[in-house]
């Protein structure tokens, strides 16, 4: 089966500096999708950012981009400039391409506390 | 997701007691998804439903059943057999089982025990 797991259950960061969290995964599959997800206090899951396997290039959006090294098994997740509103927490998830089970494999998430 | 109706938000299960949680999607998605949530913990996949008339148990579900009648719902039931159902329940779609595109969730229902 398939794990996914976030070793900083919280980090904090101030206002306009960056940071990284950090997710690691474990599969024997070759193609499959990573995600990160954002869950504010009001529960909602927001997509933040996702990555295919099969894609070198790391995905970007905005303020968010990803490092992924698919040897290492590592996905982590950079935010630049950070905003009070980027307090959350943070969910690295794995799913893979087809076939076989589905569903979302989450880590246990990363706590992100901006200080102003 | 203003596409997923999950209710309702907050409800209360009585010792021995069957309860069902809603979940409504006008998205047109084939697949839907059951989640829990427990405080601490990420989510662990419940059941799941990649077509109508169709689903599959995910990681935990025992003491959970659903049904899949139509595209747009997929209720989920915590039975009696369920021995510690309190947690927060995330209902999420996606637009067929095999693509690519990310899961998109509901906003939530808060299931405690009286």
């Known amino acids: 089966a398939q794990t996914v797991t976030q070793s900083q259950p919280e980090m904090s960061v101030q206002e306009a500096e960056t940071v990284t969290l950090s997710c690691t995964y474990d599969?024997?599959?070759?193609?499959?999708?990573l995600f990160w997800y954002k869950q504010p206090p009001s529960r909602q899951m927001i997509l933040v950012i996702r990555?295919?396997?099969?894609?070198?290039q790391n995905a970007t959006e905005n303020r968010f981009s990803v490092n992924f090294q698919k040897a290492a098994k590592s996905f982590s997740l950079k935010i630049s400039d950070s905003q009070l509103g980027d307090a959350a927490m943070y969910f690295c998830?794995?799913?893979?391409?087809?076939?076989?089970?589905?569903?979302?494999?989450f880590g246990k998430g990363t706590h992100l506390i901006i200080q102003p | 997701d203003g596409g997923i109706t999950q209710s309702p938000k907050y409800l209360f299960r009585k010792e021995g007691q069957n309860v069902t949680l809603s979940c409504e999607q006008n998205?047109?998605?084939?697949?839907m998804y059951w989640y829990r949530q427990d405080p601490g913990q990420g989510l662990r996949l419940i059941y799941y439903s990649q077509i109508v008339n169709d689903f599959q148990k995910g990681d935990i579900a025992e003491g959970y059943s659903v049904s899949r009648e139509k595209k747009e719902s997929f209720p989920l039931t915590v039975t009696s057999a369920q021995k510690n159902p309190t947690a927060f329940y995330l209902c999420a779609t996606q637009f067929e089982w095999r693509s690519n595109q990310p899961q998109h969730f509901g906003d939530g229902t808060r299931l405690s025990i009286l």
């Open positions: 998830a794995y799913r893979d391409s087809g076939g076989g089970a589905d569903g979302l494999t």
């Open positions: 599969t024997s599959e070759s193609d499959y999708y």
């Open positions: 998205l047109n998605h084939d697949a």
């Open positions: 990555q295919e396997a099969y894609k070198q």
